[in-house]
């Protein structure tokens, strides 16, 4: 019996109908196996993968494999989105054992949950040096029956491994000078200075490898950093990966050009870049970035948001092309013919401008659209009226499916996007949405303790806990809100949060943080990486709001498990700066303070407004904001700063020293340069 139906992910619910026997990760799935006495097919994905829908479409929906596995396998299906705890153990496992590791994942599992083989996808026959799915099901099968002292023995060993492949997380003093310059030094040295970005192929985002560098820039004046930002944040914006019609980033390029993308596109990354490029315009004033920001926050609010105001977390990479097959990438890709349909003569012109080439720069023919680096000058009111109807054209093709569960943390990542881009860019309506989000945030997934549901569906929480990066981004989300709207629920919520995060996720000998709190399910190893990968890492996350909030509140408990979270910094930075950006942008609004700045004035006078938005533009790193009355008990920074010969002020305090306050929103912009 598949026991899938009534699930809160859409991944698990495309399995529903298979003729596996799929269980849900539970206790009962083990005790099933345990009473069978048979191994556990563990196979992990995601909604929007690409290959883990052809592995379904292969083997999973195969009458023949699927009664094979459910006479000699439990099999448990996990949404790796809903769990990323089990998902990172397992990854540990697969990638220490391989070498690689990805989706699908596919791991035998003793009946404890032991891992004792392991792989991604699987062919249905052998194929390209790999074993077929069948050929893998029986080989673990036979072992299983055969030689199971052997297949305990390297659970058993496997398991004993991963409990001592502990790190060394630095020590307790924090990144200085010489480890963020050090860490320039390592980006410099991986820069792709022809196409911008970092590494070779296949080339992802580095969001907050930029907003690092945007502030070292800031804090330093470097104009290394700031060019490396600048260009590649240019020709992602240029390029494939950038949906050039409708606004919004797909996952990576498989390319080093950026022109080819892996279609998905996933709420955290675009939140991510949404963010990004709202601070790059707002240090360049790049009328790019600007445009770039405004239609990726558009983007997530026309084709993200649920119902319930929250924000879905994927669209596929694969839609119908018309035919009835499912193709990756044939909602976004166009041919000269296609263009000739909808533009007639203006099609010349459209495949010029966006890069349409008769050999196609993907499958079959077909181009993805970008904006190639040419000589001449196009007529931009022309180029408007065809992407509008491309756009126009496009809605026709059948859509991608998208994942429609709200991921807390993803969430929390949006909210501070869509706040702070709303706020620069005087789109009242941005910030709306993200104080939908945060309300539905508050009302569904945080219960009466501030505990954090992981996910939810349809206006119902999901059953799994929230980890720490659900926790950390919340916070981080809620304290952006508080900072553009000047209310103090929100930095309350935050604190609430982040309280959990110094109760039930700190080790209080090493200062360390783990992804899942002290009180969840215990699995074979207790996930702990401080590395961040698609989003930042849970700990640094986690570091980072908490250094804000403690510049909100003036806590000096929050602040010191900042500094301690920022050890590891200091150990990775220097070595492996790409996969510690986010840390070392904490790092950098540690050394600059971070300033605390307050605003105090009427909140419908004019030159409140005024000094609140050049304090939110200013480009010092983590710079917090707080905006009220006079005197108000609102927000703690507003705390005894009284207005200035009767009008609005601003008070600008870093390192337990504070300014003089300023009525000159001028001056104030000076103060906050950075």
Known sequence: MNRLAGVTSPYLLQHADNPVDWWPWT???????????????????????????????????????????NEHFVSVKVDREERPDVDAVYMEAVQAATGQGGWPMTVFLT??????????????????????????????HGAWAERRDEVAEVAEKIVRDLAGREMSFGDDRVPGEEELAGALLGLTREYDAARGGFGAAPK???????EFLLRHHARTGSEGALQMARDTCERMARGGIYDQLGGGFARYSVDREWVVPHFEKMLYDNALLCRVYAHLWRATGSELARRIALE??????????????????????????????????????????????????????????????????????????????QEGVFDSEKVAGVRRLLLAARSDRPAPGRDDKVVAAWNGLAIAALAETGAYFDRPDLVDAAIGAADLLVRLHMDDRARLARTSRDGRAGANAGVLEDYADVAEGFLALASVTGEGVWLEFAGFLLDHVLAQFTDPESGGLYDTAADAEQLIRRPQDPTDNATPSGWSAAAGALLSYAAHTGS?????????????????????????????????????????????????????????????????????????????????LLADRPLVDGGPAAYVCRNFTCDAPTTDPDRLRTALSG
């Open 556 to 636: 000096e408990p929050h602040r010191a498990a900042a500094e301690r979270a920022l050890g590891v910094v200091k150990a990775l930075g220097p070595r492996a700066p790409r996969f510690v950006g986010w840390g070392l942008a904490v790092a950098e609004a540690l050394l600059d303070g971070p300033r605390e700045i307050a605003v105090v004035g009427p909140a419908g006078d004019a030159m409140t407004r005024a000094l609140h938005r050049t304090a939110l533009l200013g480009t010092a790193p983590g710079a917090v904001v707080a905006v009220g009355a006079a005197q108000s008990d609102e927000l703690p």
């Open 204 to 210: 992802f985002p580095p969001s907050m490898v930029v």
């Open 111 to 140: 009946p404890e949950a032991e891992p004792f083989y392991f792989g991604t996808y699987f062919p249905p026959v052998p194929r390209h040096g790999m074993p077929g799915f069948r050929q893998i099901l029986e080989g673990v």
């Open 27 to 69: 206790p009962e799935a083990f005790e099933e196996a345990r009473r069978r006495d048979v191994p556990v097919l563990l196979s992990v994905g995601y909604s929007a993968c690409h290959w883990c829908h052809v592995m379904a479409h292969e083997s999973f929906e195969d009458e023949t494999t699927a009664a094979y596995l």
């Open 296 to 373: 990726t926050a558009d983007f997530m609010v026309r084709e993200l948001r649920t119902t319930e105001g929250g924000f879905a977390s994927a669209l596929d990479a694969d839609s119908d092309d018309g035919s009835g097959r499912h193709v990756e990438g044939a909602y976004y890709v166009w041919t000269p013919e296609q263009l000739r349909e909808v533009l007639g003569d203006d099609a010349e012109l459209a495949a010029q401008y966006f890069g349409v080439t008769a050999e196609g720069t993907f499958e079959e023919g077909s181009s993805v659209l970008q904006l190639p680096q």
